[in-house]
């Protein structure tokens, strides 16, 4: 199972950002998928969470409003759309896969990640 992130890259404060993460080698459909990032400095953190079919989501109160994750089964793509972001957004970003169905919050309950992402937001 590999997953790989894309869209990164560097901003300006206010900008927006669109992440993919596609995965191959097994099918994934069905499992739950989330973004985290790991901030300069700091742990790997949560961001977003969304459910198999798409229709359940869960949010850091930090992406809570200008992040919005979704998926496409079809294509075994999971997306971040980033709106209006803030320095202190920056971090590599990345996509996550859970066999579980909870849109649990923490790294150890994901299985499969994919390599990161950069995004860099200027002031």
């Known amino acids: 199972v590999q997953l790989q992130a894309s869209g990164g890259g560097l901003v300006q404060a206010g900008d927006s950002l669109r992440l993919s993460c596609v995965g191959s080698g097994r099918t994934l459909t069905m499992y739950t998928k989330a973004w985290f990032r790991q901030l300069p400095g700091k742990e790997r953190e949560f961001v977003a969470a969304?459910?198999?079919?798409?229709?359940?989501?869960r949010y850091a109160d930090s992406a809570q409003g200008r992040f919005t994750i979704s998926r496409d089964n079809a294509d075994n793509t999971v997306a971040l759309q980033m709106n209006n972001l803030k320095p202190e957004d920056t971090g590599v970003y990345y996509c996550a896969a859970s066999r579980e169905f909870s849109l649990g919050s923490s790294s150890y309950e994901y299985d499969y990640w994919g390599q990161g992402t950069l995004v860099t937001v200027s002031s």
């Open positions: 969304i459910s198999g079919h798409g229709r359940e989501t």
